[in-house]
């Protein structure tokens, strides 16, 4: 891994928004305002065809495949026995990796939903492996699946892992209206105008750090979804990609990244996000 530009990760997803509307968009002043113009984005990132619901598209992200999964079940009916996914190759790498969990208490395991807590979008607990089995007292799980609320001390302190997996709840991805103003995007907008400037300033990001902001899949067909860069590395003011992507090129990018392999499923064959970049990995 030596010479790498990035070093380190940061993925949010967001929630079931063609990229049309999300773009131009009123209700994401921030998105549109503050980061698209300063970010690289894609105008051509879909979900893999025909993919859906949510859960077989996190799988994607993982692993670059949804394991024949096309339904949102639990991690106790869909868990997988694999160890070929990313977060497995990261740790037999000793690239350390964690995932921040908006809504969940961090004493277990999070294999069930709570709250606005979806384990649906959380792709690492269908992963026996993660889990010890699919139990909730599985230590490595503890350890390495933790409360969105405990990133921002982790940033201050300069301890983030490599690779960082941040999943909002239900009421900040875009998934819920959970206001009386019954508006999702705008909800998950002002979620983002308090996440993301803690990222930028930390010491992780100005040194070497990607931030990544996409969406999951698409609100009607396949897409195109959002999905934006922010890094010192990136091309930035605003650029536009137009290549076709996918779930498997965010996979690739990842694995190009870290310089783990072999790699995963569909990304094998996929582009991976580095038009986005003046430098890259």
Excluded at 15 to 35: F, V
Excluded at 78 to 99: C, D, F, I, P, Y
Excluded at 119 to 141: E, I, L, Q
Excluded at 218 to 237: C, H, Q, W
């Amino acid at each position: 891994m030596a010479g790498r530009h990035i070093d380190t990760v940061f993925l949010v997803v967001m929630e079931n928004h063609d990229w049309s509307t999300i773009r131009g968009n009123p209700s994401a002043p921030y998105i549109n305002g503050t980061l698209l113009p300063m970010a690289s984005h894609a105008e051509q990132y879909y979900n893999p065809p025909k993919i859906h619901p949510s859960e077989p598209n996190y799988l994607w992200l993982e692993a670059g495949t949804n394991f024949g999964i096309l339904d949102d079940g639990s991690p106790t009916a869909n868990h997988l026995g694999t160890r070929e996914h990313l977060v497995s190759l990261l740790e037999a790498a000793s690239v350390r990796w964690k995932a921040y969990e908006e809504g969940i208490a961090g004493n277990s395991c999070p294999v069930a939903d709570t709250g606005e807590y979806a384990a649906r979008h959380n792709p690492f607990v269908f992963f026996d492996d993660v889990t010890g089995g699919g139990t909730a007292s599985g230590a490595y799980c503890i350890a390495h699946v933790r409360p969105y609320s405990e990133l921002q001390a982790d940033l201050t302190a300069d301890d983030v892992a490599g690779y960082n997996f941040i999943t909002p709840n239900l009421c900040h991805d875009m998934h819920d209206a959970c206001t009386d103003e019954g508006d999702a995007v705008k909800q998950a907008d002002t979620w983002l105008s308090s996440l993301v400037p803690s990222i930028l300033a930390s010491a992780a990001y100005r040194r070497g750090g990607a931030l990544f902001i996409t969406w999951d899949e698409a609100e009607t067909g396949d897409g195109p979804i959002g999905m934006i860069v922010l890094s010192p590395r990136a091309k930035g003011n605003g650029y536009a990609g137009t290549i076709h992507y996918t779930h498997s090129s965010t996979l690739r990018t990842m694995q190009d990244i870290f310089g783990v392999a072999p790699m995963l499923g569909d990304a094998a064959s996929a582009s991976d996000l580095r038009d986005l970049f003046d430098v890259f990995p």
